[in-house]
């Protein structure tokens, strides 16, 4: 999940972008990037860290132009922390390129053999999406008329993409000449948001990995690209679209709904503010089944991403909801920083304790997921140390038991605290007196009630099963394996950034000698 903006405006774009960033930077705080254009000219600035630390006033001035993208980046593939593979990635020909990706690919690996022994192309880094780039750049290239190219090349090029790659990918991409084009894949794993802006010059578009960048630079949310659909808009700012996949059916990420989107987005039609509501509400129906509500003095959540189902719950069990732990504005979120050790120090530096309401009570912890188990460890060490009587904790979602290929680095089972282990022993882990998890069909419900034409979800994480069909248990290893290496650059480096590298699979690079074939 990283965070995407394309946008065709009337007026320069280097500010809206930033702002647009600013409200996505929860998707990913590793690197950040804009890119804008004027006449067929690209200008870009990228670098690794946060959006406030990557522009100053000197790059914003030196980003002119009515259209560009952004991206802000959480990675997983290559590794965090390397510049070369933030976005977005430039390609000269056909064209000329420029694109932000979120999402992750399954078959990058053998794309890139591809792209190397069939299509000539040379990848510079391990990132996939500059895989993803150099396979559209390809089918531009096949598509294209001679020099020209056009809607229906554009929309030939996506299909060909579709046919191709495997995975996750909403994307949005500048053709350097011709216009913003956006697509998604044929399951919409990753989502993608259509926006308008009426001016007296004619309507604006923007497309945004979420719709809070399009409530807060004054567009109206249109819809949301279909899945396998392509968006493009042309430099006079017309609008088409045209579904490219064969087959096609939408099955957005759940986990978007349980912790990566800001809760005041609409993703598909749903709000993510509601249905975290309705996961608080189901998730007090399955408390009730387990603890006597009696027996809880006190509802707390641990903040952010967990308040809306927490007050839910609260109101549902009809016990007190209380803000038991502060949290410290300036620091990320803590489960998309790399590197565990990182993120067990983050942990403690960004909530702190009440004290009164921990002290001689029973207190009910409530968080949106237990991944490693970092967080809830932390937080359930820190309400005894404040005093608590008992300590129990339910989470709004599922055990997370899987990996995740579509977009959230969690690639090892080793690492996810749930696999293997039954909830008490995760209960005994975490230290809590009582664990209580969320039923998958309840957490789907919570969704699909908001919007009951979301007929499938990926919930790989919480199952197992990856919809895209091409993930078993040799690719599993394949990326645990990679992930377990030391790879020989990092020798040196901490053991921070030696487990931030090499998040998911390592594609290998090719370079070609005289004689090779
Ligand atoms: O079991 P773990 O590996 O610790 O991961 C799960 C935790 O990480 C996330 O919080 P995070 O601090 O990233 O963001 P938030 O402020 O949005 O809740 C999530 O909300 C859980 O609290
Ligand atoms: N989380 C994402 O969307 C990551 C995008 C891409 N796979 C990268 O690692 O840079
Ligand atoms: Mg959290």
């Known amino acids: 999940m990283c965070g995407i903006i394309g946008v065709v405006a009337s007026t320069p774009v280097n500010q809206l972008l930033y702002d647009g960033l600013m409200v996505l930077q929860h998707r990913g705080q590793d690197a950040a990037g804009i890119s804008t254009a004027e006449g067929s000219t690209f200008h870009m600035h990228k ?73 000539l192309r040379h990848i510079n880094t391990n990132s996939d999406s500059e895989v993803l780039l150099n396979v559209l750049a390809h089918e531009l290239q096949r598509a294209a008329r001679g020099t020209v190219l056009d ?89 088409v679209r045209k579904q490219c996949a064969e087959t096609h059916a939408l099955s957005p990420c759940l986990f978007e709904y349980v912790y990566l989107a800001r809760p005041d987005s609409m993703l598909d039609d749903v709000s993510v503010y509601e249905t975290r509501l309705r996961m608080g509400e189901a998730l007090a129906a399955k408390v009730r089944k387990i603890i006597d509500p009696a027996e809880i003095d006190v509802v707390i959540p641990i903040p952010d991403s967990s308040r809306p189902a927490a007050l ?144 499938g979800f990926d919930a790989s994480c919480f199952t197992g099963n990856y919809i895209t069909g091409d993930v078993d248990a040799a690719y599993l290893d394949a990326i645990e394996q990679s992930r377990n290496q030391k790879p020989a650059a990092q020798q040196n480096a901490s053991e921070d950034d030696d487990e931030a590298g090499n998040t998911a699979q390592q594609i290998e690079m090719f370079v070609r000698r005289p004689g090779q074939e």
């Open 47 to 119: 670098g690794p860290g946060l959006v406030r630390d990557v522009f100053r006033t000197r790059n914003m001035r030196a980003l002119p132009g009515n259209w560009g993208i952004a991206h802000c980046r959480y990675p997983t593939a290559g590794s965090a922390y390397n510049f070369a593979e933030a976005q977005p990635f430039y390609v000269n020909s056909p064209f000329g390129l420029m694109l932000a990706h979120n999402g992750n690919l399954t078959n990058a690996e053998e794309l890139k053999q591809q792209l190397f022994k069939l299509d």
């Open 151 to 239: 809607q229906d090349a554009i929309f030939t090029a996506v299909r060909g993409v579709h046919k191709r790659v495997r995975g996750a990918y909403a994307v949005v991409v500048m053709i350097a000449g011709y216009g913003l084009l956006a697509f998604r894949d044929p399951f919409g794993i990753r989502p993608l948001v259509l926006g308008k802006n009426v001016t007296p010059e004619g309507n604006e578009w923007m497309l945004a990995s979420e719709s809070v960048p399009l409530d807060t630079l004054g567009f109206e949310r249109v819809d949301d690209a279909a899945p396998g659909e392509a968006v493009f808009v042309d430099l006079d700012r017309n609008m």
């Open 312 to 455: 839910q719950m609260a109101q549902a069990l009809g016990i007190p909801f209380r803000e038991g732990f502060v949290k410290n504005r300036y620091i990320g979120r803590t489960f998309i920083m790399p590197g565990q050790s990182t993120r067990k120090k983050s942990v403690r530096q960004k909530l702190n304790t009440v004290g009164q309401e921990f002290a001689g009570k029973n207190v009910m912890l409530v968080d949106d997921s237990i991944v490693r188990g970092t967080t809830s460890h932390e937080i359930v060490e820190m309400a005894r140390a404040a005093g608590a009587k008992k300590v129990y904790f339910a989470s709004a979602s599922p055990p997370v038991r899987f990996p995740n290929v579509y977009g959230i680095d969690m690639p090892t089972r080793g690492e996810l605290i749930a696999t293997g282990r039954t909830d008490a022993q995760i209960a005994a882990l975490i230290g809590a007196d009582e664990l209580v998890y969320q039923d998958l069909e309840a957490l789907e419900e919570s969704v699909r009630a908001c919007n009951p034409n979301i007929t």
